[in-house]
């Protein structure tokens, strides 16, 4: 069993991390990840880091307190992210979500970044990890649903589109052959 943590931080704040965690060579994740072993390892400079924060102005705490933790789930053995995610929905609005609801306006999806979906989409583990389907934010706040090209098959057929859908799958056989000759990939 694991724990995941989802956080909730300005947008200034995140763009910043991203841009600490490339100029280091690492993902944000990774950032994350070591920051959190760090604190853990370094008890005493950590707690010494705490201390000086705390004798900030209340402006400059606001800055670093603008980091929340929306929400901490387990994950259990033999459960998926998604599905650990799902429970944790449930238990916390005390609603049916997901795909066991009949009612579509209950029913929630994972949310990720543009910026964390660039990062991830070719990721082995990605639907896993972030949902299929999941919704992407842009960065002008808009939202796009994303899911795999074989949920978007299921889709077209048991909406009775399979006309529509060998349309498709002609049009990006025909686009993959002619990259192919073109010499791309």
């Known amino acids: 069993m694991y724990y995941i943590y989802e956080l909730n931080m300005p947008e200034e704040v995140k763009e910043k991390l991203v841009q600490t965690a490339a100029e280091r060579g690492v993902t944000t994740d990774e950032l994350v ?70 009612d579509v306006e209950t029913m929630m999806l994972p ?27 842009g960065k002008d706040g808009r939202k796009i649903v994303f899911e795999s090209f074989a949920l978007y098959k299921r889709d077209m057929h048991l909406a009775g589109m399979d006309d529509e859908l060998a349309e498709i799958e002609k049009q990006i056989e025909e686009d993959g052959r002619r990259q192919k000759e073109a010499g791309g990939v």
């Open 111 to 137: 949310m990720i970044s543009e910026e964390e979906f660039c990062e991830h989409v070719e990721d082995e583990n990605f639907y896993e990890k972030y949902g299929n389907p999941c919704v992407i934010v």
């Open 33 to 102: 990840q070591s920051w959190l072993e760090w604190a853990v390892e370094h008890k005493a400079e950590f707690e010494e880091m705490v201390k000086n924060h705390k004798a900030l102005s209340e402006e400059e705490r606001a800055k670093g307190e603008a980091i929340k933790i929306v929400r901490s789930y387990p994950v259990h053995d033999g459960e998926s992210e998604a599905e650990a995610k799902l429970r944790a929905l449930r238990e916390e609005t005390g609603r049916t979500l997901g795909p066991l609801s009949n």
